[in-house]
């Protein structure tokens, strides 16, 4: 089965797909010289495909999936492949504000960059995020592969997979140290105050900051990165990483940084993380 998703302005698939770190955790596949992301999903009448996408021009994306003769997944795969790339985003308010500040990230985002990839559900989101906390990436990324083999089948875990499964579980099989504990009640929260539902979709006009940090075991980062990839771009996810980069790069201190950033207001984390991916790829503008 293939078809064209469409999205509402100019994307870069590339600059989306590296836009930070999630590309590197399983299942993702990314073959950057062909320009092919790649990953499988699991349909709602439970069939595994395989999912690739490519770009085909400025607003348009070629979606692949080895389905079944007779079946019709293309609504379903349509609505997964735009939430990965965000392509219902409106970036015309962004670009108009950001432009005060930074020309060149206003442009980069009107060419189709400022896009961050992010997971098939709210709920593989809030997993990896979980993984990232008090973390090296190498955990992260062991945790996350692990979540797959030994509980998805090569997909990753619903919810009701992670309840089914049991804290020992993630404590012992899983090896995810305290952040088991985190994940177990936060799921079990999440689904009774029906945040997400049990295939983990996020119920997404209801998640807000106030109501991640309230979760045990969840702080201001995790809950600032998950706003992000809910495209709240006005809290920037201070880790260990972003307090190094900008002492070494703005020469302020980590209780400096909201401060740096706050003529920003709700783009904050646009111009620290643009600026950033701009700086780093050597990226000049039209």
């Known amino acids: 089965m293939e078809f064209i998703a469409k ?39 439970g069939q595994k495909v395989y999912v690739e996408v490519t770009q085909m021009s400025s607003k348009e994306l070629r979606v692949r999936a080895n389905l079944s003769e007779g079946i019709d997944g293309t609504e379903e795969l349509d609505g997964v492949v735009r939430r990965w790339l965000s392509l219902d985003w409106n970036p015309k308010p962004a670009i108009s504000h950001v432009n005060n500040f930074s020309p060149d990230i206003a442009r980069f985002i009107r060419i189709g960059g400022g896009r961050f990839l992010r997971s098939s559900t709210f709920y593989e989101d809030f997993v990896k995020t979980v993984c990232t906390m008090n973390a090296s990436w190498a955990f992260t990324q062991k945790a996350t592969s692990r979540l797959i083999e030994e509980i998805g089948d090569g997909i990753f875990p619903s919810p009701i997979e992670i309840i089914n499964t049991g804290q020992d579980f993630l404590q012992k099989k899983i090896r995810m140290g305290y952040r088991s504990k985190v994940l177990f009640q936060a799921t079990d929260r999440l ?36 706003m992000v990839l809910l495209q709240d771009f006005s809290r920037i996810p ?49």
């Open 7 to 45: 999205s509402r302005s100019f994307i870069d698939l590339r600059e989306t797909v590296l836009s930070h770190g999630w590309v590197n955790l399983a299942p993702w596949k990314w073959d950057n010289e062909q320009g092919i992301l790649q990953r499988p999903e699991r349909l709602s009448i």
């Open 191 to 226: 689904l009774k105050e029906g945040l997400i539902y049990e295939n983990g979709k996020g119920n997404e006009k209801k998640i807000n900051y106030n109501n991640l940090i309230s979760l045990w075991g969840i702080g201001q980062y995790a809950a600032a990165h998950l």
């Open 238 to 286: 201070i880790d260990s990483e972003v307090i190094r980069y900008c002492r070494k790069t703005y020469g302020i201190a980590e209780d400096e940084i909201a401060q740096y950033f706050s003529k920003w207001g709700k783009y904050s984390f646009l111009g620290y993380k643009l600026d950033r991916i701009i700086s780093r790829t050597n990226w000049i503008g039209d």
